[in-house]
């Protein structure tokens, strides 16, 4: 009996440890400062994880298909720095579509070499992270990016703007979240993606076009990210050429966090939110407290090491293997 409540409670932490674990972070951040909980500064957390949130909604769809994608943070970088160059030399109304279609085309790039030549994501990934980084210094020619004319721009309405005093980050990131929310739940590509990332092998034996599903995750993954630069972009109307550089470990964090195994086949938009959330409370609450900002890369190692092992201890029911 003792040996079964055990069992029972290390299958619970392995499968929602990481919500215990928020939540005692919630509750402490909560005692230590009396701004954590104040609706401010809740809008203002959501607010300044959205960017980060949107480029983990289009990862999400990546690892449930059985891969990874470590190029977003450097492709983030390169959507800010083209739309906000592109927009002083033919107008934001071209600009952004111009950007999201170079967006899309580095996606497909991308999503052909690990969909069709099945080469490793992480390789792939971890090259284009490099590759883009010098596409985007080539193109900004090393230099920073700043619109000329700050004050008769529609183009901040998307980073600065509001709707019913919502902002306009926050209505974008659920919007985006919604729509991709029932694609991955409700469509037969959603269950493709589960089926491909849950068994490959089996999921090509039953007739589903694996690297056509792999090629079309990387898209939506792009997507994303040339969402996520448009807010970055319009949000500060300038940006250094290295904006992005970082994200992908933060943005992959969040994921995990939410659920998604790295082994594929597992992970829904709603936990992927609940992920960003977790992390954008221990960040901001780590700040309230009075920590200074680096000690948030060591959390950051913390939690991506936590949820790791979470995700490992859920696949086999336990916290830790009595096998060495």
Not at 103 to 126: D, R
Not at 151 to 179: E, N
Request: aromatic share 10%; proline share 2%.
């Amino acid at each position: 009996m003792a040996e079964l409540t055990k069992k029972g409670i290390g299958g619970f932490l392995a499968r929602q440890g990481i919500l215990v674990a928020f939540v005692i972070f919630m509750v402490g951040f909560a005692l230590a400062n009396q701004r954590f909980l104040a609706m401010d500064n809740i809008f203002g957390v959501i607010r300044s994880s959205a960017i980060l949130g949107v480029m983990a909604l289009g990862v999400t769809f990546v690892v449930i298909g059985g891969n990874l994608d470590l190029s977003v943070g450097s492709m983030m970088s390169f959507s800010t720095i083209v739309v906000l160059d592109l927009h002083d030399k033919i107008g934001p109304t071209l600009a952004i579509p111009a950007m999201f279609g170079l967006t899309l085309l580095l996606g497909a790039f991308i999503g052909f070499l690990v969909g069709y030549l099945k080469l490793n994501s992480l390789i792939v990934t971890l090259g284009m992270l490099s590759a883009i980084h010098g596409l985007t210094l080539t193109w900004s020619g090393g230099k920073n990016m700043d619109i000329a004319d700050k004050q008769g721009t529609w183009f901040s309405i998307f980073g600065q703007g509001d709707i019913v005093g919502i902002p306009m980050p926050i209505i974008i990131f659920g919007l985006l979240a919604l729509v991709l929310g029932l694609i991955l739940s409700k469509t037969p590509f959603g269950r493709k993606i589960y089926a491909v990332g849950g068994n490959g092998q089996a999921a090509t034996f039953s007739g589903i076009p694996r690297a056509r599903v792999v090629f079309f995750t990387y898209l939506v993954s792009a997507f994303c990210v040339a969402t996520a630069g448009l807010l970055q972009a319009s949000r500060s109307l300038g940006s250094q050429n290295t904006v992005g550089q970082g994200y992908e470990l933060e943005v992959l964090a969040m994921v995990i966090l939410g659920g998604a195994s790295l082994l594929g086949g597992s992970g829904t938009i709603l936990k992927t939110l609940i992920g960003v959330l977790i992390f954008g409370f221990i960040e901001n609450g780590l700040l309230l407290v009075g920590l200074e900002f680096y000690v948030q890369d060591i959390v950051v190692w913390a939690v991506i090491i936590l949820a790791v092992w979470l995700d490992i201890a859920a696949k086999r029911g336990r916290l830790w293997s009595p096998i060495a």
